[in-house]
């Protein structure tokens, strides 16, 4: 974060009253109810968030207490170390659902563990890379505890490792899809708790900076999000909001229920809220490489999914500029008050809930053609078995490729090398199916890839912009009242993401609150990848003088992708916009860590 003073303090690790050293890395939201429960000197809620020491202390205690059950009874964004000299034991931990990223390695002789991986070097872990990892990212599985280097692990959102040299223990001590169900209320009683846990998740969230800052879309989850931040400003206090919008002349045209911009929309929402100071940010001669070396020093590590997240420069940047010093994110809003629902038009079905089958049927005005082909595609089809989906999919002409395989370039035997397949299917992370039967698949869709190494990339633009990253939507609370309410709470009488819309009530203007369909984040993809492709074309030729990359990588794919390259925006397909805004990025980033990491300077 950036310095408020000259003078820099040295910096030294809290100790419990036992004796542990503990190293606490994020924010802990309820560290003041902890510190009363602790006979520990309480604070107000701002100062604890502000105070690193202060949080740190509360969770060494709370440790010393509650040993493994205590990490259960936090709320907050954190990883953590607790060594205890008394056992020789270090105890590693990481919240549920978000929070900072923790890699570590543990061998016969040593134990080493950071938030950054490239400090894991200096402690003795060798500089090799792990070739099956490689191929994971780029298959976008990330359900394994390798990371990037041989020999080093990274810990799960959830558990705790207990480490010594040559022993290693772990437990799960948080599984988001055993969150149980919200006691019975009527649908009232509901929206007036996720009112409440909202705005305590945004009070809470907010209290981590001194001038936080909005990323905002024009959908309903952080414009939710926003209002409610708005709503607890000081009288003539000001907030900053920043909105990814396309480059002008980017010549693609409008589709039916999408935002292709969503400056309009937002600048519409910030005029009901005059304390909101709208930029909107169109990244002009920002391309996904950008700083993608920089962002590989910060990181410490080389998620490949940091090429299709470039983006988030022009905002970070912004936001730099403007002395924000955290940004408030929604990006969990999917995954809990925004959910859409729907899962529940089989699960109507299934049910025989008919009446609100047909409310919804009648009311999905996204999906076109008759009713009865609303019935088949929305609730039968998704309930079928594997065997029956596939046929039926070829039936309707359409293809069952996982997006596993179309967002990457992998060569067929290294898929099957590292069964890739087989493993992201038992996972719940091989993607070649469009639409939930149940709100179970709902949530392990949800929860089961974990951070996707989201967590990195948010530590990397921290670094490299001084602006660290907080998602209101995770808080933990929120997250899991939401998990356990039931369906007709987000698809009821025909209206899909009821709750969000019902909370955007008197806030959104009524155009954005009931609007049916997404923003659209790509789509000046054309304009801005054309200038790039005779590089995209050396890029492709490099990675085959690379032994490593050359025996993952379908580059001759990747020449039919440039080969193709369409004539203009609205000559695009989707396979060629799937090829220039997720295939082409992530796998020249890939190449472009693995030269980083042994050294070479070509790019």
Known sequence: MRAKSPVLRAWRPVKTRGGATVLFNGALDNAVELAAELSL??????????????QAAVYGEAVARWGNLADARMVGHYCSVVDDPD????????????????????????????????????????????????????????GSEEGYLEGSLRLHHGWIALVAP???????????????????ASAQEYLAEAERLLGEATARTMASGRNPGLTLSGGLDSS???????????????????????????GMPELPHCLIDEGPAVLEFAGRHPQIVPHLIDNAGIAFDHRLEEMYLAMGTGTVNAAIMFRFHGIMSAMHDQGCDLSLTADFGNSTFSAEGDWGFSEYLRTGRLVQLWKA????????????????????????????????????GTSITPANIE???????????????????????????????????????????????????????????EVATRDVTAYRPLVEFCAGLPTDMFLRDGTTRWLARELGKGRLPEAQRLMQGHGQHNTDWWMRMTPRVEDMRRAVAEM???????????????????????????????????????????????ARYVRFMNGSNRH
């Open 361 to 396: 049927l009648k009311g999905y005005e996204r999906h076109p053609g008759s009713l009865f082909w609303r019935f088949c595609s929305r609730a039968v089809i998704p309930m079928l078995p594997d065997p029956l989906w596939r046929m039926a999919m070829r039936l309707r």
């Open 41 to 54: 000197p309480t604070r107000t809620h701002t100062a604890a968030a502000r105070d690193p020491a202060y």
């Open 224 to 250: 939710n999000v926003a209002a409610r931040a708005v709503s607890q400003l000081p009288a003539g206090r000001q907030i900053h909001s920043f909105t990814y919008v396309p480059q002008a002349g980017h």
């Open 166 to 184: 040559g022993r290693r223990e772990l437990h799960r001590y948080h599984d988001p899809l055993a969150i149980p169900p919200q006691p019975k």
């Open 87 to 142: 056992t020789g034991v270090t105890r590693l931990a990481r919240s549920p659902y978000y929070g900072p990223p923790l890699h570590y390695f543990v061998t016969r002789d040593a134990i080493g563990a950071a938030s950054t991986p490239r400090v894991l070097e200096p402690m003795g872990l060798a500089r090799k890379l792990d070739r099956k990892r490689l191929a994971e990212s780029l298959f976008f599985y990330h």
């Open 544 to 590: 085959r003088e690379d032994p490593l990359i050359d025996g993952l990588i379908d580059t001759d794919l990747l020449d039919r992708d440039l080969d193709a390259w369409p004539a203009s925006a609205a000559e695009a397909d989707a396979g060629a916009e799937n090829a220039a805004s997720m295939r082409l990025p992530r796998t020249i980033a890939l």
């Open 407 to 465: 967002i990457g370039a992998l060569r067929d035997d290294a898929i099957a090398e590292y069964d890739l397949i087989g493993r992201a299917r038992a996972k719940g992370t091989l993607y070649e199916r469009n639409w939930y039967a149940s709100r179970r698949q709902q949530l392990a869709d949800s929860f089961a890839r974990g951070d996707v190494e989201g967590s990195d990339m948010i530590q990397g633009f921290a670094q490299l912009y």
